[in-house]
């Protein structure tokens, strides 16, 4: 958080523990993969359940897919995304160079440890698919509405509530609500002022969204 934000009006609340005093310490962000370089590793059904998921969420993400062999819907599915390269070879640890984060969703764990290995000495984001110990992020559930999205998380714990809490939110977002967004960015730009009156400004015009008066 930047100074002039934490003058503003914005704060956070306090974060709400579980029962058992935990808490999901979880830093999220929202990644341009269409500017960084993905290692994908793995060419079978969790290789193209994660592929799919970041390409339903990021369409034009520089992907490469490592594998000796893939199923046929994964080509598909790299046919259709010209930002995705599918190469037929098995892993080797040059293919980690200018990368910027991996994947590795192979059937052979070795070779999936052997991976979370080599990129940790590159200081490489790793994910080892359905290992929770041998992943650096996770890909939570993800709720898009044109220039809203939301991301969701269980700290690892249950994929299938964050899937739940995805279609409530998805049911909940009005449809219309990019026109909304827009609106409000046209009318920030219209705003005088320095940052913290102009933080005064919007919290002022968009109480209504909290269900307040």
């Not at 293919?95 to 940790?120: G, S």
């Not at 984001?125 to 559930?141: K, S, V």
């Amino acid at each position: 958080m930047s100074k002039n934000e934490s003058h503003s009006n914005i704060q956070d609340s306090a974060p709400l523990l579980g029962v058992a005093g935990e808490r999901n310490e979880l830093y999220p962000i929202f990644l341009k993969l269409h500017q960084l370089n993905v290692l994908l590793v793995g060419g079978g059904n969790v290789g193209l359940e994660k592929l799919s998921f970041m390409l339903k969420s990021s369409p034009n993400a520089n992907v490469e897919v490592v594998a000796p062999k893939f199923l046929p819907q994964l080509e598909e599915l790299a046919q259709k995304h010209p930002s995705v390269q599918l190469t037929y070879k098995k892993f080797n640890r040059w293919m980690l160079r200018k990368r910027h984060m991996v994947i590795a969703c192979t059937d052979d764990l070795k070779v999936n440890k052997r991976v979370y290995d080599l990129a940790r000495k590159r200081y490489l984001i790793c994910n080892i698919a359905d290992t929770p110990p041998l992943c650096d992020y996770y890909l939570g559930g993800i709720v898009t509405k044109g220039h809203v999205k939301i991301a969701i998380s269980t700290n690892g714990k249950s994929p299938t509530t964050a899937k739940r809490l995805r279609e409530f939110f998805e049911e909940i977002i009005p449809d219309d609500i990019n026109s909304m967004v827009e609106n409000l960015n046209e009318y920030r730009k219209t705003l005088k002022g320095n940052f913290e009156e102009k933080v005064q400004k919007m919290n002022e015009i968009t109480q209504a969204l909290k269900g307040k008066q």
